[in-house]
C-alpha cells in the first residue's frame, strides 16, 4: 500500500480489510506519565439499573483513554462516599488522588437521574455539581456527558466523549467482499452500519453539525461522493462527474464541500455551494491536487500536491490565492487534517521508510512525530484537539489507534473480527 503511484494515492488511500462484527474492541497500549490522578467513585443507586456497564465505570474508561487521566482502581479506595458529607479529603490524599468524583444514580419511571459532584482534594472544594438524566435505555449517552462536565472542570477545554465515529470495514474477499460504513460510540460501542456496498466505500467526512457524513463510494462502478443524513438515510449525489470524485471535506458552516475532481482532466480541487449546486475551481496546476481540508477560519486551505515532485503538503491563504508548500524533509507527506484552533496541522508523513502520523505547529513551523507505529494513515482530529485517531497495522491486522495530540498516550480500537479503516470523528454537537 505504501508504495504508492501519484495516481494511487489520489485515488482512494485504500485498504484492504475484513471484519464480520460492528462493534470495536478497545485495548489501552499506552499511558501518560503526567496523568492526573482521579478517582470515580462507584455511584450508589437506588431503583431498579439496567443491565450492562455502570455508569461509574465508563466514566472511568473515558478519563483513561483520554489519557490524561489516571482513575483509581475501585478495589483501592478507602471508603466509597456518594455525596459530600462522606468525603474525607485526608484519606483521598494519603492515596495521591487530585480530584474525587462521586455520585448517586435514581431510576425511576424508565429514566436514570444522576446526581454527582467534582472535588478538588487539595483545596477540599468542589468545583462541579449537577443532575442529568437519560432513558434507561441510553444510560452510556448519560456516562458519557458526565465525562464530558468532568474532563472540561478539569481542563477547562470541552470534553468529546459524547461524539461519534464514523469507519469502513470490509468483509469477505472477491466477489463476497462486502463494505460496510459504521458509527459509533470513540469507543467503539453500539455501532451502527449505515450503508452496505458490494464495492468501496471511502473518505468519510462530517457536518459541522454531526447529522450528515459525506463519503466515496464505488457501488455504481465508478467513484462517486455522496451525502448521508444520518437520521433518514437519504442520499443525494454530490459530485457524479466523469472522472474522479474524491475527498470530500465540509466548510465549517457546513454550506459547502471541498472535492477533488478531475472532469475538466486534471485532478483539482474544486468548492461545492450545496445550496445552488455551484462549483467552483480552487486549484490550477499541471500537477495533482487534492485531500483538502479548510483551516479553522473556513478561508484557508491545506491541500496535497506533488508539483514539487512528490506528495507534500501546501496551504492558500484565500481562493485564489499562491499555494504555499508548507512540509519539507521528507519526499512523501500527505492528508492534512488541521485543529479547530488554528494551531497545528496533523498529516501522514514518511520517515526512514515507515509512516507516521507528524505535527505540524503553524506558528513555528517546529515539526513533532506524533505516533510510534510505522503504517498509519487517515489522521482525524478530535473536535477539542486533544486527542487524534488513525489507522494503522497491529499484528499484520488493521486497527484504527486513538492518541493523545502530544503522543503520550494512546489506546486501539480493533474489529473484533478482521480490520478496520478510514476513521472520521464526529463534531460536538451538544
Given at each position: 500500500?505504501?508504495?504508492?503511484?501519484?495516481?494511487?494515492?489520489?485515488?482512494?488511500?485504500?485498504?484492504?480489510?475484513?471484519?464480520?462484527?460492528?462493534?470495536?474492541?478497545?485495548?489501552?497500549?499506552?499511558?501518560?506519565?503526567?496523568?492526573?490522578?482521579?478517582?470515580?467513585?462507584?455511584?450508589?443507586?437506588?431503583?431498579?439499573?439496567?443491565?450492562?456497564?455502570?455508569?461509574?465505570?465508563?466514566?472511568?474508561?473515558?478519563?483513561?483513554?483520554?489519557?490524561?487521566?489516571?482513575?483509581?482502581?475501585?478495589?483501592?479506595?478507602?471508603?466509597?462516599?456518594?455525596?459530600?458529607?462522606?468525603?474525607?479529603?485526608?484519606?483521598?490524599?494519603?492515596?495521591?488522588?487530585?480530584?474525587?468524583?462521586?455520585?448517586?444514580?435514581?431510576?425511576?419511571?424508565?429514566?436514570?437521574?444522576?446526581?454527582?459532584?467534582?472535588?478538588?482534594?487539595?483545596?477540599?472544594?468542589?468545583?462541579?455539581?449537577?443532575?442529568?438524566?437519560?432513558?434507561?435505555?441510553?444510560?452510556?449517552?448519560?456516562?458519557?456527558?458526565?465525562?464530558?462536565?468532568?474532563?472540561?472542570?478539569?481542563?477547562?477545554?470541552?470534553?468529546?466523549?459524547?461524539?461519534?465515529?464514523?469507519?469502513?470495514?470490509?468483509?469477505?474477499?472477491?466477489?463476497?467482499?462486502?463494505?460496510?460504513?459504521?458509527?459509533?460510540?470513540?469507543?467503539?460501542?453500539?455501532?451502527?452500519?449505515?450503508?452496505?456496498?458490494?464495492?468501496?466505500?471511502?473518505?468519510?467526512?462530517?457536518?459541522?453539525?454531526?447529522?450528515?457524513?459525506?463519503?466515496?463510494?464505488?457501488?455504481?462502478?465508478?467513484?462517486?461522493?455522496?451525502?448521508?443524513?444520518?437520521?433518514?438515510?437519504?442520499?443525494?449525489?454530490?459530485?457524479?462527474?466523469?472522472?474522479?470524485?474524491?475527498?470530500?471535506?465540509?466548510?465549517?458552516?457546513?454550506?459547502?464541500?471541498?472535492?477533488?475532481?478531475?472532469?475538466?482532466?486534471?485532478?483539482?480541487?474544486?468548492?461545492?455551494?450545496?445550496?445552488?449546486?455551484?462549483?467552483?475551481?480552487?486549484?490550477?496546476?499541471?500537477?495533482?491536487?487534492?485531500?483538502?481540508?479548510?483551516?479553522?477560519?473556513?478561508?484557508?486551505?491545506?491541500?496535497?500536491?506533488?508539483?514539487?515532485?512528490?506528495?507534500?503538503?501546501?496551504?492558500?491563504?484565500?481562493?485564489?490565492?499562491?499555494?504555499?508548500?508548507?512540509?519539507?524533509?521528507s519526499r512523501y507527506n500527505a492528508?492534512?487534517?488541521?485543529?479547530?484552533?488554528?494551531?497545528?496541522?496533523?498529516y501522514v508523513h514518511q520517515r526512514?521508510?515507515?509512516?507516521?502520523?507528524?505535527?505540524?505547529?503553524?506558528?513555528?513551523?517546529?515539526?513533532?512525530?506524533?505516533?510510534?507505529?510505522?503504517?498509519?494513515?487517515?489522521?482525524?482530529?478530535?473536535?477539542?484537539?486533544?486527542?487524534?485517531?488513525?489507522?494503522?497495522?497491529?499484528?499484520?491486522?488493521?486497527?484504527?489507534?486513538?492518541?493523545?495530540?502530544?503522543?503520550?498516550a494512546a489506546y486501539s480500537l480493533?474489529?473484533?473480527?478482521?480490520?478496520?479503516?478510514?476513521?472520521?470523528?464526529?463534531?460536538?454537537?451538544?
Amino acid at each position: 500500500m505504501r508504495n504508492l503511484t501519484v495516481i494511487g494515492w489520489l485515488v482512494v488511500m485504500c485498504f484492504v480489510a475484513s471484519s464480520a462484527r460492528a462493534e470495536l474492541l478497545i485495548r489501552i497500549t499506552e499511558g501518560a506519565n503526567s496523568a492526573i490522578p482521579v478517582a470515580v467513585v462507584p455511584f450508589s443507586e437506588s431503583g431498579s439499573m439496567p443491565a450492562g456497564d455502570k455508569v461509574s465505570s465508563i466514566v472511568q474508561a473515558d478519563l483513561t483513554m483520554s489519557g490524561e487521566f489516571k482513575p483509581l482502581d475501585p478495589s483501592k479506595m478507602l471508603s466509597l462516599p456518594s455525596e459530600r458529607s462522606e468525603v474525607y479529603f485526608r484519606d483521598w490524599r494519603m492515596l495521591g488522588q487530585r480530584y474525587v468524583l462521586v455520585g448517586q444514580l435514581t431510576s425511576n419511571n424508565g429514566k436514570v437521574e444522576a446526581r454527582y459532584e467534582l472535588f478538588d482534594v487539595n483545596r477540599e472544594q468542589r468545583i462541579l455539581g449537577e443532575t442529568a438524566a437519560a432513558p434507561a435505555g441510553n444510560v452510556r449517552s448519560l456516562a458519557h456527558h458526565i465525562s464530558d462536565r468532568v474532563y472540561e472542570a478539569i481542563t477547562g477545554e470541552p470534553g468529546a466523549f459524547s461524539t461519534k465515529l464514523a469507519y469502513v470495514t470490509l468483509s469477505g474477499t472477491g466477489k463476497n467482499s462486502v463494505y460496510r460504513l459504521h458509527v459509533s460510540d470513540i469507543d467503539g460501542q453500539r455501532s451502527k452500519i449505515r450503508l452496505e456496498s458490494a464495492e468501496p466505500i471511502l473518505s468519510p467526512a462530517w457536518s459541522p453539525d454531526g447529522k450528515k457524513l459525506a463519503y466515496v463510494s464505488f457501488e455504481t462502478g465508478k467513484p462517486v461522493i455522496y451525502i448521508h443524513e444520518l437520521a433518514t438515510g437519504k442520499r443525494t449525489k454530490a459530485a457524479d462527474f466523469p472522472g474522479l470524485n474524491s475527498a470530500p471535506a465540509w466548510s465549517p458552516d457546513g454550506r459547502s464541500l471541498l472535492m477533488t475532481l478531475s472532469k475538466d482532466g486534471n485532478a483539482e480541487v474544486y468548492e461545492k455551494n450545496l445550496a445552488s449546486g455551484k462549483i467552483t475551481k480552487l486549484t490550477n496546476h499541471w500537477a495533482i491536487d487534492t485531500e483538502a481540508a479548510w483551516d479553522h477560519t473556513g478561508n484557508g486551505m491545506f491541500f496535497t500536491s506533488d508539483r514539487s515532485g512528490g506528495p507534500q503538503i501546501y496551504y492558500m491563504e484565500r481562493p485564489g490565492a499562491e499555494a504555499r508548500r508548507i512540509t519539507f524533509g521528507s519526499r512523501y507527506n500527505a492528508r492534512a487534517r488541521p485543529d479547530s484552533k488554528g494551531e497545528f496541522v496533523y498529516y501522514v508523513h514518511q520517515r526512514d521508510r515507515s509512516f507516521h502520523i507528524a505535527r505540524r505547529n503553524l506558528k513555528t513551523d517546529e515539526e513533532f512525530i506524533v505516533t510510534r507505529t510505522g503504517t498509519d494513515e487517515s489522521p482525524s482530529v478530535s473536535p477539542n484537539g486533544r486527542m487524534l485517531i488513525y489507522a494503522t497495522e497491529q499484528g499484520g491486522k488493521g486497527v484504527l489507534t486513538v492518541v493523545s495530540a502530544d503522543g503520550g498516550a494512546a489506546y486501539s480500537l480493533p474489529a473484533s473480527e478482521g480490520e478496520v479503516r478510514e476513521p472520521a470523528w464526529g463534531p460536538i454537537t451538544r
